[in-house]
């Protein structure tokens, strides 16, 4: 059975609190729910997340990945999707497949968002389709192995 990462990047936990008419008014869902949701449709998966406000967090998480059994990834850096050089050496140097998510559409939003370093590690992007990002997300690494 394929086991997926979410890792949340930092103030995701304020997700259907924050700045609501840009990242939505859902809260993230949990790894229950969505397990449940891929069931119902016949697909079995283990998903859990991590989420952390802090850069070097996330870097441990991703060389934990592998010894967990971690077959796919779906990460969304949050703003350190435009800074971190080694949250995107840590996704290379990790070896799993993985793709990166964004709540809102950053291409469609300030200059400096456009600016991306992480996405480039992945084996692609999904931005600006709400939550549904993940499960989308979810749903493509799971093709690749099925
Ligand atoms: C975000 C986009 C980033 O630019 C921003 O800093 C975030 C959230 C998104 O999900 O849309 O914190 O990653």
């Given at each position: ?38 069931l ?69 939003r ?11 590690a ?25």
């Open positions: 059975m394929q086991h997926i990462l979410i890792i949340d990047g930092p103030n995701l936990n304020l997700t259907g609190t924050r700045e609501k008419q840009i990242y939505g008014a859902r809260e993230q869902e949990s790894p229950d729910s969505m397990e449940k949701k891929f119902d449709r016949g697909y079995q998966v283990k998903i859990s997340r991590f989420q952390s406000n802090h850069e070097g967090d996330i870097v441990d998480a991703l060389h934990r990945a592998a010894a967990q059994g971690i077959t796919g990834i779906v990460i969304n850096p949050g703003a350190f999707t435009h800074t971190s050089i080694s949250i995107a050496d840590a996704l290379r140097a990790c070896g799993i497949p993985a793709v990166e998510v964004h709540l809102s559409h950053i291409y469609a300030e200059e400096f968002r456009r600016h991306n370093l992480t996405a480039p992945c084996s692609g992007s999904i931005s600006g389709l709400g939550i549904e990002g993940y499960h989308l997300a979810v749903e493509y690494l799971m093709l690749q192995h099925s």
